[in-house]
């Protein structure tokens, strides 16, 4: 057995504090990142800047429609995703890493000022005739895709539901022909301004931030039964610069989750 000797230990301490930080990338790390992320990753990367000195580029969209970008050849080197398909597909292909959660964010119900809803009655709401409701775009949009789920999940509640939300369903936001909102408005705040739906099922952070946008608005929460969690993926380009690593491992560390916390989102 090797003794541990003092000055063996004293050699080891100086050995892991002379453990060099990760080197900085001359040019900026390009993050790319689902749309509903904005808030909370902008204040993530400022900290992040400000701590490492590395500079980093935001981009913010649909997740799937920035897995076509990646695919197209968009030199992202971070991808955070609202789910784990799109950066799976990116890993499937070979040159991302396989991804992880982490952050989780759920659907809420946002509603315009004259709908008095609870949460026990939002199905009956969303399947009357009279009530238009608007979602994401499946397959380009994440919030779409979990949309979709809940309405498979009231299938089972209500026999013909799913049928009747996916004819009736208007997808408003999230696709790659859906109208912008002007700047500085966010996206669903201003579709439900504009009175394009009368019930929005979104991602309850989106809510949240449209509510404080558009004060009049309102949030229904999602009964467990038609719950549907969205666990959203974080990959790495393969042979990016250590700093893109380095930054997608701060995503997961504390700091960086009690910023998501503050907007809503959940722990891996």
Known sequence: MRLITPALLATSLLTACATPQTPLSADPIAVVAAGSLREAMTDIARAHEARTGQKLTLSFAASGLLRERIEKGEAAQVFASADMGHPQRLADAGSWSPPRVFVRNQLCALTQAHLNLTPERLLGALLDPAIRLGTSTPKADPAG???????????????????????????????????????????YAWVMDQGQADIFLTYCTNAVAAQQEVPRLKIVAVPPQLQVSAGYGLTVRRGAHPAAQAFADALLAPSAQTIFARYGFGSP
């Open 145 to 187: 895709d979990y949309a979709w789920a809940l309405f498979r999940k009231a299938d089972a509640l209500s026999a013909g539901a799913y049928a009747t939300l996916d004819r009736k369903a208007l997808q408003l936001t999230g696709g790659p022909s859906s109208p912008k909102p002007p700047a500085g408005r966010g996206a």
